[in-house]
């Protein structure tokens, strides 16, 4: 991370310090080395220098960033490279309604949607977490020091400046999958609960099935036997049916002849009255067909009247819509006469008031002048010219109207054609006379001397027919012999009851063979479904044995990556990475006291300490400080002074680590140092001076830019960017 240019505009340190609304830093202009920002009190300093960090935070100020700007178009630009990218922060705040915007471009390509939550998670992505970041890159006021994070919040510190977070992901990708695999035991534990509850369900079943199978033999043994009586009583029955069989049929035969006797007796009695019925029918038709002749002009005057009714009424109708046609005309003819009346009336009337109005007397009259001026004189003349427009008009409407004229001479003609006295007169005879001949029936009388004419042909060879059939029908009835049957019928009841007995014994062993198939059936469809569910249990037996391998299978999984869990763990690997860390800290530090201090101090890191009472290590996360005098100290323990020392040594020790590029993040080639050295005494502040350049050395750093109040510090740095005067100043 060096950095390029930073501009910042509406920030309430930079407006309070130097006066202005916006500055524009360049950093290109500095060479490698150290870089002092030098100014008085509040002018603007720590703005500039902790506003050089791509995060959305202040190192020692809380609170948004739009708490510390004032205008609503406030921005933040900071340009540097990263590696080989070029890296460009863009921040837009609004200090009125407190919005935020941010972007991210690498390479000129823009990495988020403007929205502060992924302009933050492409940050961290990058570039790291705020708290290593100002742990070891950025040196703020008032930070909390090391000593003052939890063993926890060091340990986390350090593992993710160690790049120990990829382990910590497959520790927790393992314990999900060893999770997952405990579920799956559960589960298979569940369900393999159930395997005894199967095997006694099965030893039930085989029981049933045995029992089932030894009354199935029991009642096919039945079924044999019944099925041999019910074949000796089908063969006498099929005797004493062949024996009924020939007595019912003397009997019908018998029956046969009385009820043909009977019938040819009912038969002369039919065709005696159906011949009487017809020589009625025939004397009838008869008197109809004498009187046809009559009839027939009866009906045709009938038909004559008829069809003169339809016409006068048609004729009628016609009159009648006339009629209503002139009603029409003159209810029009008068609605037109009446309106002409009004407006005579009414112009006549207005021609009146007019004319009152009018006054010749009047001496003004003979001055037009002031016919302008005097409202009486102007409705006067107004007056005259109306009342000549009205006269004119009056004579008009007082003229007699061609239309209406013509409209009367035609209402007065449709009323001589709507005249339909006379029709009406012939009319009402003409129905009178119509009624008459519906009285005599004419037209149905004549329709029916019509068809008797026709039916007379009909009638007299069916006569003669019936003449035929009575003759044969007696002469058969003649021939007819009467036959006893008393004795048929006595042997008939007695073949009849032995049918009877047979048949019910038959019927008897056929509904008990049905009912031993019908226990047969449910025997085998109860074998069938035993059967099934044996299998059903037997298959489920052999499910769980294939079960009781993958629980043994899945024990071993959950085993194994549990202990890879442990393994790439806080306690596993990753302490191990820690516990290999704490020399190379150490080494750096050690050796940047050296170059401050000579060996006055030396420091360790303790990862474990063996507690005698439980014989057993235990993880802590201490710092050790050895004195040349041999004794040993936490560093809790130490005065002020000393304590800020170490902490500082400890600090640009991470930084240098992670300077370096640690965890495969990109070279942090620019490194801040905000007033660290504000507890110093003047000897030590030159000391911290040393420690700082060493530290710029060791981490292969481009700029360490450094804020003190020290001028003595401030000068024994070469380069500076001096804040003051409503301006900025290089000085390289």
Known sequence: MRFKRLFLRGWIGVQ?????????VDFTRFSPGLVALVGANGSGKSTVLENLTPYLQLASRSGALTNHVYLKDSRKELEFDWGNDKIKCVILLNAKDKSTQTFLY????????????????????????????????????????????????????????????YLQEVSDVAKKTSDLHNDKLNLLTHELARKNTVEQELATLVERATGAESKQKERTSDQTRTNVVLTQEQEELEVADKLHHELDLKVRVAESRMKERERLDATCKTLWLERDAIQLELEQTSKLVEELPQLKEKYKYWQQVTDRIATLEEQERKCSEVGNRALALKHEHDVKRNKREIEVRA????????????RDDVPCLLQPELFNTCPLLANVRTARAQVVLLTAELQVLQQPDPEM?????????????????????????????????????????????QNASDRLNVLQPRLEDKNHQYEEASRLLEQTDVITTIDLVKQLGCA??????HTKSTRELRQLLQDIDRELVGLSTLLRELELQRSKLANELTRF?????VYDTTLVKRDSWLSISKAFGKDGIQAFELDAAGPKITHLANELLLSAFGSRFTISLETLRYNISTKSYREVFDVVVHREDGTDQLVETLSGGERVWIETAIAEAIGVLNTLGRGGRGVYESVCADEIDGALDPDNKLRFLAMVEKSHVLGKRYHTFLVTQSET????????????????????
Request: charged content about 30%; aromatic content about 6%; glycine content about 6%.
């Open 496 to 501: 009849k009851s032995v049918v009877e007995a």
């Open 405 to 449: 004229a013509s409209r009367v001479g035609e209402i007065e003609r449709l009323w001589l054609e709507a005249d339909t006295e006379e029709l009406r007169k012939e009319l009402t005879s003409l129905v009178h006379e119509r009624r008459t001949l519906l009285n005599e029936q004419v037209s149905e009388r004549f329709l029916r001397a």
């Open 713 to 732: 510090v401030s000068m024994s740095v070469a380069q500076r960017l001096v804040l003051g005067g409503g301006r900025i100043a290089y000085e390289c």
């Open 106 to 165: 690498v390479n000129d390509t823009v990495q988020n949607d403007g929205k502060v939550n992924t302009y933050e998670e492409v940050v961290n992505r990058l570039f790291g977490s705020p708290k290593l970041f100002f742990h070891s890159v950025f040196s703020a006021q008032h930070r909390t020091p090391l000593t003052e994070l939890t063993k926890g919040e060091r340990k986390e510190l350090f593992t993710e400046l160690l790049g120990l977070s």
């Open 347 to 358: 112009t006549e009337v207005l021609l009146q008031t007019l004319s009152k109005q009018i």
């Open 545 to 549: 044995e294939e079960k009781e391998r």
């Open 16 to 24: 309070r310090g130097l006066g202005c609304d916006e500055i524009e």
